[in-house]
């Protein structure tokens, strides 16, 4: 049973370029979970996303991050325009659920994210 | 979500029983005590979670306090490979988010 899934692993971009990062969430789960890590930081929630539907997104900055999790396919976090201060590890979670206190999130190995 | 406390460093020696103490005195009655930790940058790991009785699984012991304003995150025997930062989360599941703190970076010596 895969964990859940998240490409590229590293992925280096430019200032102003676009940045793309996929989540597969495990098997069964239509929750969907974004959170940073800056460098010597903690981890921060970003979004919340259930098929097709944004449930949460008051971690995400207002400008040029945008996430969705499609009916079919992986959820993407795409960051547009990147600058220096994007350079971090983004990981993806997913549950079965949602809503519930008991519903666990699991992780994916996350994509390290180094803009030039 | 309660915010929760955590010493932000332990030691254990190997093979030793570790004892990782969290505070959340302002949990409320439908959070759940979630416990996750971080091998050095990959992925947070799933380690246990309950909400009133104590919890066991293959991996740790979880020890809720009666009051449930503080609990105990026990790893029996402590192997090199738990060296780690653990965090302590409350979590609702109202919101979607999990609110990670600081945790317990958790130094395993042999």
């Known amino acids: 049973n895969a964990g859940v899934m998240q490409n590229p692993r590293h992925l280096v971009r430019r200032r102003g370029q676009e940045a793309r990062l996929r989540c597969s969430p495990m098997?069964?789960?239509?929750?969907v979970y974004w959170y940073r890590q800056l460098p010597e930081e903690g981890l921060k929630f970003m979004v919340y996303?259930?098929?097709?539907?944004?449930?949460?997104e008051s971690g995400m900055p207002k400008e040029r991050f945008s996430a969705e999790f499609p009916k079919e396919g992986p959820s993407i976090l795409r960051i547009q325009q990147v600058v220096r201060g994007d350079s971090a590890a983004y990981f993806c979670?997913?549950?079965?659920?949602?809503?519930?206190?008991?519903?666990?999130?699991?992780f994916g190995p996350g994509t390290r994210l180094t803009v030039l | 979500d309660a915010k929760t406390t955590q010493p932000p460093s332990m030691d254990c020696a190997e093979g030793r029983a570790a004892n990782l103490p969290c505070n959340h005195s302002t949990i409320s009655g439908n959070e759940y005590v979630y416990w996750y930790r971080q091998i050095h940058s990959q992925g947070p790991q799933y380690i246990i979670h309950?909400?009133?009785n104590n919890e066991t699984n293959e991996m740790a012991s979880l020890i809720i306090t009666e009051d449930r304003k503080s609990s105990t995150l026990i790893l029996p025997h402590a192997t090199l490979r738990d060296t780690a930062v653990y965090y302590c989360?409350?979590?609702?599941?109202?919101?979607?988010?999990?609110?990670f703190g600081q945790g317990t970076t958790l130094q395993v010596k042999p």
């Open positions: 989360i409350g979590h609702s599941g109202n919101t979607g988010k999990l609110i």
């Open positions: 098997k069964g789960h239509s929750h």
């Open positions: 996303l259930q098929k097709e539907n944004i449930i949460d």
């Open positions: 309950g909400l009133k």
């Open positions: 979670a997913s549950s079965l659920r949602g809503g519930q206190g008991t519903d666990t999130q699991y």
